[in-house]
């Protein structure tokens, strides 16, 4: 059979539940088939006494899972067949689900972790990465914003870190991974299949957790300080400006040789990025902070429903993935042209942003 009529692996090992998403070819991209499948098996998992640990993890050496599969939910908002919403309202589920999951979930995030595939993995128990790792949520260069309780996860991490990941889509390395909390440990690709023999012998406990904690204790290693820990002092003044216009011209006045590379590179990506996304998702992560993750997770979906027609999430995968002109016509166009009352408006079922 072909990934697409089998999606998720399935397979039980010494009370292991291994749920591998089995779609190399797309990145192992989700699309609803597959989001349905994890989350039933997952719920027949929870009450079975012969199942103490479930690790996550997706086929090839690529991607654990590189977010959603944007063209079938373009596809399909053009059909007008409901299906895209039916993605979103299932995929949410799932995602607030594993965070409250009763068993300890190991997220093997080796290769890319974009989007969904980060809305899968943080809310995991333990979460590994490798040296091929890459996370990040980069919504806001398709025109969209970041979401699968984003608002939640990235609104959390020290100083403005989230803010700057939500705001410029931006990809973290192994090393800052860790250095954000986004990841608890990380171990060498090619000792996987070690990890996989310990698992396949280990003699559980009655805290699990704690024993898987062990496993990858003594297979850990320690990459070298990344970018975000580098810079860490320029995005937290940076990025805890007002507003984008106000961050892009910080950014653009770093002084320091060095830090001012990076802070021009930076700017330089903000421009590629739809101005209307990087304004809503820096009010969503600023709301994000007091809420909880029931309340974040609502806020999102409320705003996901709006935005295929008020956003410019469809205008960035037509540039992107269908005409591949790669010239996106934003709306609007501009960062100066993007109004607080524009953004507001997105929010208004949820009240005023907390201070």
């Not at 580098?230 to 805890?240: G, L, N, P, T």
């Not at 961050?247 to 021009?264: D, G, I, P, S, Y």
């Not at 909880?292 to 429903?305: G, K, N, P, T």
Request: charged residues 20%.
């Amino acid at each position: 059979m072909s990934e697409v009529d089998t999606p998720l692996r399935v397979a039980v090992d010494n009370r292991v539940g291994y749920l591998t998403l089995d779609r190399p070819a797309k990145l192992n991209t989700l699309n609803l088939d597959l989001v349905r499948q994890l989350h039933s098996q997952l719920q027949a998992w929870e009450q079975d006494p012969d199942v103490v640990v479930i690790v996550l993890s997706g086929a090839g050496d690529r991607a654990f899972c590189a977010g959603g599969d944007i063209r079938a939910l373009y596809d399909s908002y053009l059909r007008a067949d409901g299906v895209h919403q039916q993605f979103f309202d299932e995929e949410y589920a799932l995602d607030q689900y594993i965070h409250r999951y009763a068993k300890p979930i190991l997220a093997l995030m080796d290769g890319l972790v974009l989007g969904g595939g980060m809305g899968l993995a943080q809310g995991a128990a333990v979460r590994v990465v490798t040296e091929r790792s890459r996370l990040g949520m980069p919504e806001v260069a398709i025109g969209y914003f970041p979401d699968v309780g984003a608002s939640y996860f990235l609104s959390r991490l020290a100083g403005e870190l989230g803010i700057y990941l939500a705001v410029t889509g931006q990809q973290v390395n192994p090393a800052d991974a860790l250095y954000t909390g986004l990841a608890d440990v990380c171990i060498a690709s090619e000792q996987l299949d070690e990890l996989h023999r310990s698992l396949a012998v280990q003699a559980w406990s009655a805290e699990p957790v704690d024993d898987l904690r062990r496993l990858l204790d003594a297979l850990a290693v320690q990459p070298p300080p990344g970018p975000l820990q580098r810079y860490r002092s320029v995005i937290d003044d940076c990025f805890a400006l007002p507003d984008v216009l106000a961050m892009r011209a910080a950014l653009l006045a770093v002084a320091q040789a060095e830090q001012a590379q990076w802070a021009e590179a930076t700017a330089a990506l903000i421009d590629t990025r739809s101005p209307l996304a990087m304004s809503v998702a820096l009010e969503l992560m600023r709301r994000g902070r007091s809420r909880d993750l029931a309340h974040c997770f609502a806020m999102e979906l409320d705003l996901q429903r709006q935005w295929f027609a008020d956003g410019d999430i469809m205008e960035g995968i037509r540039a992107l993935l269908v005409d591949k002109d790669h010239t996106p016509q934003w709306r609007p166009a501009s960062l100066q042209a993007v109004s607080s009352k524009q953004v507001s408006a997105f929010f208004a079922n949820f009240g005023p942003q907390s201070k």
